[in-house]
C-alpha cells in the first residue's frame, strides 16, 4: 500500500469522527430563527425534584440478626413495618396509654374509699406514666418509619468495622432485652403486687359486668397491662439509646489504638470525622426525646413535691406507694439516658487528651534521639523506661484507666514517620472540634450530668423519705 493511500485513509477517518462530534453537538445545540444556536432548554444532568432528603427503608430478611428483636416489637405492639401493624399498633396505644388510664382514675380511684386504698395521687401517676410512653411511642413511631430498624441502630454501618466492633456490639445488642426486662420486671412486681392487693382488699364494689369478682379481675389486668406497655415503651427507647451509644464507645475505643501504630494523620482524621457525623446523627435523632423526657420527668418529681407538701397530705405507703413507684421507674429512664450520653461524651473528648500525649512523646522522643544520635529504628531503649508506671500502680490506678483515657506512654514506632507540623495539626483540630452528644447545641458532659442527677436524686430523696421515712 502506498503512502497516498495511507493518508487518504487517515484524512477519511478524521472526517468520519468529525462528522460525528457535529452530530452530537447538533444533537444539544439547536438554530433559531435568527440563525444562531442556542442551547437548549433541559439541563444535561437533571435536578433533584425534591431538596429534602429522603431514606428508603433497607430491606430486611427473615433470618436475620434482628428477627428476635422484631419478634420482641411485635409482641409489645410498636412494630410498625407494615400498615396493618402500624394500625395495630396506634390502637393499642390509644388503648392502653389513654383510655385505659382515663377510665381509672375516673371510675376505678375510690375516692369515697378508706385511708389506705383512697388514691389521692392517681391523677400525677397516670398523666406522667401516659406522657412519657406517649413520647417514646411518638419518637419511636418516627425512627422506625423513616430509617427502618437497621438503619437506626446503624447495623448497616458495621461492614465497615473491625471484627471486635462488630462482636462486641452483635453481643450487646443481644442483651438489650435482658436489659430491658431487668428495669421492667421489678417495676412491674411492685405495682403488681399493690394493684392485687387494691382489689383483692374490696376497695373497689363496681359489678359493671354482672360479678364484682370478675369485674375486679379485668379491671386490674387492664390496669396492670397499662402500667406495663407504658413502662416498656419508655425503657424501650432509654436501651435503644444506650445500645446505639455503645457502638460508638466500641468505635472510640478502636480508634484509640491508631496512636498505638504508624498510622497516617489523614486516616485517622477520616475515622475522626466519620465518628463525629455519627454522634451528630445521634444526637439530632435523639434530641427531642431527651430533653422532652427531661422536662416531663422534672415536671412530674416538682408536681409530687407540691402534692406532697401539703398540710392535709397523708404520704403513707399505701396511699403514696404508686406516686414513690412511678418516680422511680421514670428516674430509672432518664439515668440510662444521661449517663449513656455523658459517658460517649467523656469518651469523645479523652480523645484529645490521648492525642495530647501522643504529641508530647513523639517531641520528646525526637529531641532524645536527636541528641544521642541514636538511629530512628531503635528499639533496644526508650526514653521513658525510667519513669513508665510500675505493676503496683497499675493494681492502684483500677478501673480508673481505660482503653482511651489512660497513662500508658506510647512506643516510638507509633509516631516515628509523622511529621511535627501534621502532630501539631491533628492535636489542634482534636481541640477545636469537641465530639460528643449534644441537645440543641448543649453538650451532654459529667457536668451536666451532675446537676440533673443532683436535682432528679434529691427530688425522688425527697419524696422517699415522706412515703416510707428513708432519709
Not at 422506625?144 to 450487646?172: A, C, P
Not at 427507647?237 to 472510640?252: D, E, K, P, S, T
Not at 494523620?265 to 475522626?272: G, K, R, Y
Not at 396511699?319 to 429512664?333: D, K, M, P, Q
Amino acid at each position: 500500500m502506498s503512502d497516498i493511500e495511507v493518508l487518504d485513509k487517515q484524512m477519511n477517518a478524521d472526517i468520519e469522527d468529525n462528522a460525528h462530534r457535529l452530530h452530537d453537538t447538533n444533537h444539544y445545540l439547536k438554530l433559531n430563527d435568527t440563525g444562531s444556536f442556542t442551547a437548549p432548554t433541559e439541563c444535561l444532568i437533571p435536578r433533584k425534584q425534591n431538596s429534602h432528603k429522603t431514606f428508603n427503608r433497607m430491606p430486611s430478611l427473615a433470618n436475620d440478626e434482628l428477627q428476635s428483636f422484631r419478634t420482641c416489637l411485635s409482641w409489645m405492639c410498636v412494630d410498625q413495618s407494615t400498615w396493618l401493624s402500624a394500625c395495630i399498633s396506634w390502637f393499642v396505644f390509644v388503648i392502653f396509654a389513654l383510655i385505659v388510664p382515663a377510665f381509672s382514675h375516673f371510675y376505678l380511684a375510690c375516692p369515697t374509699c378508706d385511708a389506705h386504698h383512697h388514691r389521692p395521687f392517681d391523677t400525677v401517676v397516670q398523666l406522667s406514666l401516659s406522657s412519657v410512653a406517649a413520647l417514646s411511642f411518638l419518637c419511636l413511631s418516627h425512627f422506625v418509619r423513616k430509617y427502618g430498624l437497621r438503619r437506626f441502630l446503624f447495623l448497616d454501618k458495621l461492614v465497615d468495622q473491625s471484627d471486635s466492633v462488630r462482636h462486641h456490639y452483635t453481643s450487646q445488642f443481644n442483651k438489650s432485652l435482658k436489659i430491658l426486662l431487668a428495669f421492667v420486671i421489678p417495676c412491674f412486681a411492685l405495682e403488681s403486687a399493690y394493684k392485687i392487693w387494691w382489689y383483692a382488699s374490696g376497695a373497689t364494689q363496681i359489678g359493671f359486668l354482672g360479678s364484682t369478682v370478675l369485674s375486679d379481675t379485668i379491671a386490674c389486668t387492664f390496669e396492670l397491662l397499662s402500667w406495663l406497655y407504658r413502662t416498656l415503651v419508655f425503657f424501650l427507647v432509654c436501651v435503644l439509646f444506650r445500645i446505639i451509644c455503645y457502638l460508638q464507645l466500641l468505635r472510640l475505643k478502636d480508634f484509640a489504638t491508631a496512636f498505638e501504630i504508624n498510622s497516617d494523620v489523614a486516616s485517622v482524621l477520616m475515622e475522626h470525622l466519620s465518628i463525629r457525623k455519627h454522634l451528630r446523627i445521634i444526637s439530632h435523632r435523639y434530641r427531642r426525646f431527651i430533653l422532652g423526657s427531661l422536662i416531663l420527668i422534672t415536671m412530674s418529681l416538682f408536681t409530687s413535691l407540691l402534692v406532697s407538701t401539703r398540710s392535709n397530705a397523708d404520704m403513707g405507703p399505701f396511699r403514696a406507694g404508686e406516686l414513690l413507684l412511678c418516680s422511680i421507674t421514670l428516674v430509672s429512664g432518664l439515668m440510662i439516658i444521661l449517663r449513656s450520653a455523658t459517658k460517649i461524651t467523656h469518651k469523645a473528648q479523652a480523645v484529645t487528651r490521648l492525642a495530647s500525649k501522643w504529641h508530647v512523646c513523639a517531641t520528646i522522643d525526637s529531641f532524645t534521639i536527636s541528641e544521642t544520635e541514636t538511629p530512628v529504628g531503635h528499639t533496644t531503649h526508650h526514653p521513658f523506661s525510667s519513669v513508665s508506671p510500675g505493676h503496683s500502680d497499675e493494681d492502684e490506678a483500677g478501673s480508673e484507666e481505660d482503653d482511651v483515657d489512660n497513662t500508658n506512654f506510647l512506643p516510638a514506632y507509633a509516631y516515628s514517620s509523622i511529621s511535627f507540623q501534621k502532630r501539631q495539626a491533628l492535636v489542634k483540630y482534636f481541640e477545636n472540634n469537641k465530639a460528643g452528644i449534644s441537645v440543641y447545641g448543649f453538650m451532654l458532659d459529667r457536668s451536666w450530668l451532675q446537676l440533673i442527677f443532683g436535682v432528679e436524686l434529691s427530688l425522688t430523696l425527697w419524696l422517699l423519705s415522706k412515703t416510707v421515712g428513708i432519709s
